[in-house]
């Protein structure tokens, strides 16, 4: 299913008109890129996890309370995707090579290392 036009598009195009347009010449990809649609989904993103995980509505009743609430409900949600981030660690500039014994032992190694404390 494609979106249409809308039946003024021809004389007073509407910002849909003028999205569905922009992505039947350039793709879906390069509108996104040119609209800033991932930054949008981006922040909607979490500003759906904040509140999911720390509430709907903020409790202080003062702006000086919500203020301060909000920025620690932000660093409560900060620290919880550091933790859930792995520590990527680049160990040389050449690309792995799976028939190298050493380094896939060293892979391997670093793996069970982060597995075994974590």
Do not use: C
Not at 29 to 57: C, D, F, H, V
Not at 59 to 66: D, E, L, N, V
């Amino acid at each position: 299913m494609y979106a249409v036009l809308s039946d003024e598009a021809g004389h007073a195009p509407s910002q849909r008109d003028g999205h569905i347009a922009l992505i039947e010449a350039k793709g879906r990809l390069e509108w996104q890129k040119a609209t800033g649609y991932g930054r949008r989904s981006l922040a909607e993103t979490t500003m759906g996890r904040y509140k999911r995980i720390i509430g709907l509505q903020l409790r202080a009743r003062s702006f000086a309370g919500q203020q301060t609430e909000a920025a620690i409900g932000i660093a409560v949600l900060n620290r919880m995707l550091g933790v859930g981030r792995p520590d990527s660690v680049r160990s040389s500039k050449k690309p792995h090579d799976p028939g190298d014994k050493a380094q896939t032992s060293l892979l391997k190694f670093s793996v069970q290392q982060r597995l075994a404390n974590p």
